[in-house]
């Protein structure tokens, strides 16, 4: 059997790709690319613009950037359906839903982001969660285990 026949070790065990992890890939994705945009604006309006700590708005454009990385690749692995990139997706919606709560609690323009942001969160957390979604990325809960021989 040559190499190219070999399934990965982390391949789904049958079937296409669900529209719930689709769906759930759309969203994480979504959040990575505005990580990005907000990591790039904050980052150019430090260099740029007259902020109160330039060094700390870089460093803030750069962080966000670099925390894009997270929703993205997992955003990828469900596309692929890799189990692994449930975990990552996952952790990327808990760690979202503080800050839509710190964004609902502002008041100003902020509220409609913090509660896009907690509609998604949340949304994307229920299409993960699913069992369909599970299963299509080969995940077996602890009712699932069968004898390994």
């Known amino acids: 059997m040559s190499s190219a026949q070999t399934p990965a070790p982390d391949a789904p065990e049958t079937g296409p790709r669900p529209r719930r992890l689709t769906a759930a890939a759309a969203l994480a994705a979504l959040e990575g690319l505005a990580l990005v945009v907000a990591g790039v604006y904050m980052a150019v309006r430090g260099l740029t613009g007259h902020p109160d700590d330039r060094q700390q708005a870089v460093t803030g454009g750069v962080t966000l950037i670099a925390l894009a990385l997270l929703p993205l690749l997992a955003a990828r692995g469900l596309l692929k ?19 839509a709560w710190t964004l609902l609690q502002a008041d100003s323009l902020a509220i409609p982001g913090g509660i896009a942001l ?10 993960l969660l699913n069992p369909e ?10 009712g699932d285990m069968q004898d390994q021989k």
């Open 118 to 127: 907690a509609v998604v969160a949340v949304g994307a957390l229920f299409l």
């Open 133 to 142: 979604t599970t299963r299509a990325l080969g995940i077996r809960g602890p």
């Open 81 to 99: 359906q890799r189990s692994w990139s449930r975990g990552p997706a996952i952790i990327t919606q808990i760690m979202a839903l503080p800050v």
